[in-house]
Every structure is written in structure tokens, then in C-alpha cells.
T-cell receptor, first 113, second 116 residues
Framework: NAGVTQTPKFQVLKTGQSMTLQCAQD?????MSWYRQDPGMGLRLIHY???????DQGEVPNGYNVSRSTTEDFPLRLLSAAPSQTSVYFC????????????FGPGTRLTVL | AQTVTQSQPEMSVQEAETVTLSCTYD???????LFWYKQPPSRQMILVIR??????QNATENRFSVNFQKAAKSFSLKISDSQLGDAAMYFC?????????????FGKGTKLTVNP
């Protein structure tokens, strides 16, 4: 099993550009989520999904879109990148909800100039 | 608002010694879950230990154990016989239930240095 994979590992964008961070898991997990990690802030939840076709907002959803068309994939879209979105992004999955162990991807370091 | 507080931004410990990382949380729920995650320099987040609030017994995983004080809303992590590989950021997390959804709320982390 590959676990949770994220692409790309690093990305540099210019303000106003859009892009999609990819996340995939091969563990048949229902629950998937996106976090951003900023220095001194811990991890903050952006969006999450409890199954295919179902998504909801976390603490810091503004500027991000998600969709969940399959169980395996949960892409995160930045519509118009801003310097405030410079961060490390983590995707995570678990069998069912937040009560279970979250399996994290390796992260994507995004810089917006 | 339900929050998780880690009051120690940095801690250090000598190899083979014991260290305790603090975590307090705020909740009005009676049934919830608490976690400690480790993030080494590789950046990979790994579960260290999990505690279910309805269980009075403190969770233990090898050299890692917790002191769960439900009334005080405290959830500290004890690392015994510290090893160089324990050096990492440690995050305390709380499973918050909101309506029908479950979300994880993380503390800001404690950076642990292990001195040889």
C-alpha cells in the first residue's frame, strides 16, 4: 500500500495563479481532510470529506475548493493564489471520522510570490 | 470555542531521561478523543498515542504514556528513556464533534530536542 500520496512536493506560484494539490489514498478510507501548517500555528483544517460526493468546510476554508468524486481522491484547488496561502499543506485520511487514526501524506510546500 | 493549548513551545531532554509534554483542552462534550502526533524533521505526521475520554485507564504505547485528567481537561504525554529519534514536533489534538461532523483540532505544537 502506498498510503496517502500528495503531489507535488513543492510548488511556487505567482499571486493570482490557480493550481490543484493532488491527494490520493489506497486504504479505502471514507474520511479525508486537508490541513495547512504555518509556523507557530499548528495544523488547521481547511476542508474535509466523509465520503464520495460529500465535503464540508473546516476552520480556514476561504480561497480553497475541494471535491470528492471518488473514495480515493481528494484534490484541493487554490482559485487565485495569495501570499497568505504560502504554507505546508497536508492531506490525511482515516477509516471513519476524526476519532480514528489519521494517516497523513508527506505534505506539499507551497510558496506564493 | 473548543481549543487545544500546548503551553511549552520548546522542551529539551537528555538521552535516556524522561520528559513530559503538556496539553490542555477546552470542551463541553463528555465523549471525545485525544491524540498525540509526532512530526520529525522529515515532516511526516505520525500518530503516537490515542485516548478515548470514556476510558479511565491512561493509554500506553511502549515508552510513550499519557496522563489523562478528564476533570482538569489535561492530557500530557510522557516519554520515558528518551532516544535521539524522539526529537520532533509533538502536536496534541482533540476530536471535536460539531453537528454530525467530526473534526480534529490541533495545538500549536511543542518542539522536543533530545541531547546526547
Amino acid at each position: 500500500n502506498a498510503g496517502v500520496t500528495q503531489t507535488p512536493k513543492f510548488q511556487v506560484l505567482k499571486t493570482g495563479q490557480s493550481m490543484t494539490l493532488q491527494c490520493a489514498q489506497d486504504m479505502n478510507h471514507e474520511y479525508m481532510s486537508w490541513y495547512r501548517q504555518d509556523p507557530g500555528m499548528g495544523l488547521r483544517l481547511i476542508h474535509y470529506s466523509v465520503g464520495a460526493g460529500i465535503t464540508d468546510q473546516g476552520e480556514v476554508p476561504n480561497g480553497y475548493n475541494v471535491s470528492r468524486s471518488t473514495t480515493e481522491d481528494f484534490p484541493l484547488r487554490l482559485l487565485s493564489a495569495a501570499p497568505s496561502q504560502t504554507s505546508v499543506y497536508f492531506c490525511a485520511s482515516s477509516y471513519s471520522g476524526g476519532r480514528n487514526t489519521q494517516y497523513f501524506g508527506p505534505g506539499t510546500r507551497l510558496t506564493v510570490l | 470555542a473548543q481549543t487545544v493549548t500546548q503551553s511549552q513551545p520548546e522542551m529539551s531532554v537528555q538521552e535516556a531521561e524522561t520528559v513530559t509534554l503538556s496539553c490542555t483542552y477546552d470542551t463541553s462534550e463528555s465523549d471525545y478523543y485525544l491524540f498525540w502526533y509526532k512530526q520529525p524533521p522529515s515532516r511526516q505526521m505520525i500518530l503516537v498515542i490515542r485516548q478515548e475520554a470514556y476510558k479511565q485507564q491512561n493509554a500506553t504505547e511502549n515508552r510513550f504514556s499519557v496522563n489523562f485528567q478528564k476533570a482538569a481537561k489535561s492530557f500530557s504525554l510522557k516519554i520515558s528513556d528518551s532516544q535521539l529519534g524522539d526529537a520532533a514536533m509533538y502536536f496534541c489534538a482533540y476530536r471535536r464533534r460539531q453537528g454530525g461532523s467530526e473534526k480534529l483540532v490541533f495545538g500549536k505544537g511543542t518542539k522536543l530536542t533530545v541531547n546526547p
